[in-house]
């Protein structure tokens, strides 16, 4: 069964960092290309970074060079290291498949995802 378990979200000021983690039950994770996503309130769900199956990374360009995708093919875990965050950061982030999420039947499945904060 699949399940995406994002964690490591949290309230932290503007220029501080956080780690999220996501642990995904996928068959052949290796072989798939896995992402980051947001979801501000009152905004549409955005790619953040992505990472392939070969370890080659993207990033959207609010979060380049602040922001750091990874994965672990043996624990089937993907991270995003985020530094100097910035209030626009603010959201709830969710991993998923890339360049196409999981689906479920005939919908699109996505973790609980974890929240972020960044506010004085």
């Known amino acids: 069964q699949v399940q995406l378990v994002e964690s490591g979200g949290g309230l932290v000021q503007p220029g501080g960092s956080l780690r999220l983690s996501c642990a995904a039950s996928i068959m052949f994770f290796r072989a798939y290309g896995m992402g980051w996503y947001r979801q501000a309130p009152g905004k549409q769900r955005e790619m953040v970074a992505v990472?392939?199956?070969?370890?080659?990374?993207n990033y959207t360009v609010s979060v380049k060079g602040r922001f750091t995708i990874s994965r672990d093919n043996a624990k089937n875990t993907v991270s995003l290291q985020m530094n100097s965050l910035k209030p626009e950061d603010t959201a709830v982030y969710y991993c998923?498949?890339?360049?196409?999420?999981?689906?479920?039947?005939?919908?699109?499945?996505w973790g609980q995802g974890t929240q972020v904060t960044v506010s004085s």
């Open positions: 998923n498949k890339f360049p196409a999420p999981v689906r479920v039947g005939s919908e699109y499945y």
């Open positions: 990472i392939t199956s070969d370890g080659t990374t």
